[in-house]
């Protein structure tokens, strides 16, 4: 399965991504493999879920307090609407994700 997508929308919220795949069986490419049965997939789906739980536990305390890579700044340069031109609903509604990039500069 891809995740192009999630990284994507992560990048226009300016959240740094990073994804951790699992695989639960070979037996849709590999022909050296016996046929998978469903309680192979369930015991390696519940192995893989607490890799997964122990995995994001040690990246995340393992994370800087402080980011500094470039992914909160990755919409600096992105609007290029001119501001004017901007309606009060869409920055209301974009607010969230961009509205640092609507204040005023001084
Ligand atoms: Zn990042």
Redesign the pocket.
């Known amino acids: 399965m891809t995740n192009w997508q999630e990284a994507k929308l992560a990048r226009e919220a300016e959240l740094?991504f990073a994804s951790l795949a699992m695989v639960t069986d070979y037996d849709c490419w590999k022909e050296d493999e016996a046929a998978v049965e469903v309680e192979d997939i369930l015991r390696v789906l519940h192995e893989n879920a607490e890799l997964a739980r122990r995995s994001v536990a040690a990246v995340v305390g393992a994370l800087p307090s402080q980011?500094t890579?470039g992914?909160g700044s990755a919409l600096a340069n992105a609007i290029i609407t001119a501001p004017d031109k901007i309606s009060a609903e869409a920055r209301r509604r974009l607010a969230p994700i961009v509205g640092k990039y609507f204040e005023e500069k001084p």
Do not use: Q
Request: with cysteine; glycine share 0%; charged share 25%.
């Open positions: 740094c980011r890579c992914c």
